[in-house]
């Protein structure tokens, strides 16, 4: 995808879970083309700006806070440091995510609460904190929720997972309702199986999960991350200003049609 690399200048874009191997991508394409982004991960500082220089990102326009955003003090403070360190805060990406994997029938209440607590309620609370933010200043805003094609054909063992995207989306959708009067803006980004972290491990090593998911996937092959970045380019990109309550699905064709 072109856009200039100016595409972004002026942006201030915050991230949750940005240190992990899809939000490296997101925030290297994203500083690539002119944003400046407050990164958060539960990573140690140290750790989480290593990991973010190697992913060859210009740490000039990245500050890096940890915090557990499942908490809502942590969340004020979070979004506190963001303003402090860059200004004002025109888009919102609540982009952390965790999985595991068990059938719905053994999942214990410990284990689903948590993917529900890491994959919506830490959305839903970055989501109001940074609204709220916009609102106090007079900025129409976006925020942009990563979802997943598993959030409308549902992957086996994951049912956690797969629920909390269901949610997400429900939750974007009143977010979009609410605030469209107010020139606030909400969609998300629903990708397929990307070729990263626990998804590309057991692609590399697993060869029933590597059959089931090829089955799985129309183009046949692993979604490379930068296809990833590229959409949340567009949606952060004066190009997607129309936008509101959508759900761009980005997957290869996986939601075309339930697996066999």
């Known amino acids: 995808m072109t856009f200039t690399k100016d595409a972004l200048q002026g942006q201030h874009i915050v991230i949750s879970g940005g240190a992990g191997a899809l939000g490296i991508g997101i925030v290297k394409m994203l500083t690539d083309h002119g944003a400046v982004m407050t990164v958060n991960d539960?990573?140690?500082?140290?750790?989480?700006?290593k990991r973010l220089s190697?992913?060859?990102?210009d740490m000039?326009?990245?500050a890096y806070i940890q915090a557990d955003l499942t908490q809502k003090p942590e969340v004020k403070r979070f979004v506190e440091g963001a303003v402090e360190h860059f200004g004002s805060i025109h888009t919102a990406l609540c982009h952390a995510g965790i999985v595991t994997t068990s059938k719905l029938i053994d999942v214990e209440v410990d284990q689903w609460d948590t993917v529900l607590a890491v994959n919506l309620r830490a959305a839903m609370l970055l989501a109001q904190m940074a609204i709220r933010h916009m609102l106090d200043r007079g900025t129409k805003g976006q925020v942009i929720f990563t979802s997943s094609w598993v959030s409308e054909t549902p992957w086996p063992e994951i049912g956690p997972y797969h629920t909390s995207k269901a949610g997400m989306n429900q939750l974007m959708r009143g977010f979009a309702r609410e605030l469209a009067a107010d020139g606030i803006r909400a969609n998300a980004i629903a990708p397929g199986i990307v070729g990263a972290g626990m998804a590309k491990h057991q692609w590399d090593t697993d060869p029933g999960y590597r059959a089931r998911a090829q089955r799985a996937i129309p183009l046949g092959y692993l979604?490379?991350?930068e296809t990833v970045a590229n959409a949340f380019l567009f949606l952060c990109s004066p190009a997607a200003s129309y936008m509101t309550g959508s759900v761009l699905f980005?997957?290869?064709?996986?939601?075309l049609y339930p697996m066999d």
């Open 60 to 62: 000039e326009r990245v």
């Open 250 to 255: 980005v997957d290869g064709g996986c939601s």
């Open 42 to 49: 539960v990573l140690e500082p140290v750790d989480g700006i």
């Open 223 to 225: 979604q490379p991350v």
């Open 54 to 57: 190697a992913g060859g990102i």
